[in-house]
T-cell receptor, first 110, second 120 residues
Framework: RKEVEQDPGPFNVPEGATVAFNCTYS??????FFWYRQDCRKEPKLLMS?????NEDGRFTAQLNRASQYISLLIRDSKLSDSATYLC???????????WGAGTKLIIKP | NAGVTQTPKFQVLKTGQSMTLQCAQD?????MYWYRQDPGMGLRLIYY???????DKGEVPNGYNVSRLNKREFSLRLESAAPSQTSVYFC???????????????????FGAGSRLTVL
């Protein structure tokens, strides 16, 4: 079992809709959580960090559920430009490494 | 502001050949990293350099060597390329103090555009 798991998708969503996807992690001691976005054939870029109380950045909302060991990303009023692969990233408690999920592909259709 | 620059963007090698991927950052970051990305898998850390003068193995270091030439530059070398090293390689940097990464800000990575390597 992978330490960080994501549904690979693709999620095909009409423009303007709301879409949400989760990421599960297996190490209960994980401390920090992030969502990165990666466009096709491009480098990953930080979308947002995920805080314990949940946080929002414009149309994007991130949530952390420690009891069930998952983080979620909600995108409201989706735009064509939101089409990308969303990477879930988890930092172990004392290890230097960031553990990356394989990503969820999102396709927004007009 | 260039950010993180890595070269080459594309390379085709034959099994057994050697090559070096170059990476430079102009953000005065202390830490630099080399990752590889393969289909259906998350990014995997090959090597990292927490600060100038130090390098450490990541998750998949076998078959690679690195050099932290100065604060700006961190190169990755394949001494004898194998087909299993066909991948997309990303260099990244982050702003943090000495020692292993810690804290939210330390884990915000800025990536280069990637290098696509094919080993035949």
């Amino acid at each position: 079992r992978k330490e960080v798991e994501q549904d690979p998708g693709p999620f095909n969503v009409p423009e303007g809709a709301t879409v949400a996807f989760n990421c599960t992690y297996s190490n209960s001691a994980s401390q920090s959580f992030f969502w990165y976005r990666q466009d096709c054939r491009k480098e990953p870029k930080l979308l947002m960090s995920v805080y314990s109380s949940g946080n929002e950045d414009g149309r994007f909302t991130a949530q952390l559920n420690r009891a069930s060991q998952y983080i979620s990303l909600l995108i409201r009023d989706s735009k064509l430009s939101d089409s990308a692969t969303y990477l879930c990233v988890v930092k172990r408690d004392s290890n230097y490494q960031l553990i990356w999920g394989a990503g969820t592909k999102l396709i927004i259709k007009p | 502001n260039a950010g993180v620059t890595q070269t080459p963007k594309f390379q085709v090698l034959k099994t057994g050949q050697s090559m070096t991927l170059q990476c430079a950052q102009d953000m005065n970051h202390n830490s630099m990293y080399w990752y590889r990305q393969d289909p259906g898998m998350g990014l995997r850390l090959i090597y990292y350099s927490a600060s100038e003068g130090t390098t450490d193995k990541g998750e998949v270091p076998n078959g690679y060597n690195v050099s932290r030439l100065n604060k700006r530059e961190f190169s990755l070398r394949l001494e004898s390329a194998a087909p299993s090293q066909t991948s997309v390689y990303f260099c990244a940097s982050s702003s943090r103090g000495g020692g292993p990464p810690s804290g939210v800000g330390a884990n915000v990575l800025t990536f280069g555009a990637g290098s696509r390597l094919t080993v035949l």
